[in-house]
């Protein structure tokens, strides 16, 4: 969802990495557009009649794209936490009926959900883990320091503790270590500190306050790719949502999902992610997790997952259209017979 530039995976715009852009393309009329939608759908090869489950809707951009794929019967199940982000599916998806089953409830959920809704065997689950242009330009959110707005960052405003609660109640180690994991912020300790202090005068409450102190602490370096705030509102982001944690549920439910031959498809937006998702291909795609030193297998663990190759990056057309795709990183795997 956001990302960095001194990692492998560059930021989006400002370092705000997300999965649409109302920038041209065309899905502009809809004022989203989304990314690496051909490549996408390279990896998920939709054939009519298939089931798909496309588990972060965001703008329904890719959904729209396999539900046409996979017509005149094919049905897809589209979820996503974010209440407004159903909404605006629902009506972007209309013209395909009941083909379209769109559900509010985080991914993290996948294993209960999509059986209960018809999907239990699938042809193909695409995670698209980057923000949406919506949710960054909504003010109520405090999503992004550009923006602004209400230090909340909740994907689901009805669950957990908003971004603002997060600052008001750990403590400086709890801060450093949250801005160094889910950040990997090089300042980490002296942010702590300055939150810390500043709030024992004032709350910090909106975007604008927390990318102001940011700023202000951070030694300013010669050339500045990004903002300085830009890995504290990742990790700040990642921690409310329990971003990872649901990463790794949504991942592991797809192996009971897919069909084999069903395809996973996963969109990524900073390092991360990333880490996690090549991590677990790998994982599933060797098998056996008997320590090197044990020469044959007792494990009996088999392969579940086929890397469907490496990492793909958008194009330089893309980023021209839509510079905040350019932090995206897409990897696929299909899944083995038992």
Known sequence: MTGKVQGPLGPARGGEAVRGSPE???????????????????????????????????????????????????????????????????????????????RQVNFRELAEVAPAAGFGAVDGLLLDLGLSSYQLADTGRGFGFRAGGRLDMRFDASRGRSAAELLATLDAAELTDLFRRYGEERFAGRIARAIVDTRGRTPIE????????????????????IHPATRVFQALRIAVNDELGA???????????????????VLSYHSLEDRTVKRFIAEEQRGCSCSPRVPVCVCGRQPRLRS??????????EIQLNPRSRSARLRGAERMAA
């Open 206 to 225: 909106t975007a604008e306050q927390l990318a102001a102190l940011v700023q202000r602490v951070v030694p300013a370096p010669r050339v500045r790719r």
């Open 247 to 265: 990463l790794q549920a949504g991942l592991d439910a797809s192996l009971e999902l897919l069909r084999p031959g069903g395809r996973l498809a």
């Open 24 to 102: 041209g393309g065309a899905d502009r009329e809809a004022g989203h557009l989304p990314v690496m939608v051909d490549e996408v759908l390279e990896i998920l090869a939709p054939r009519p009649g298939s089931l798909h489950i496309d588990a972060t809707l965001g703008g329904a951009g890719h959904a729209g794209r396999i539900l046409d794929a996979i017509a005149p019967d094919g049905r897809l199940l589209g979820l996503d936490a974010d209440a407004a982000a159903v909404a605006r599916a629902r009506g972007r998806l209309a013209r395909f009926g009941e083909r379209a089953v769109l």
């Open 308 to 317: 469907l190759g490496r990492s793909r990056t958008p194009s330089a057309r």
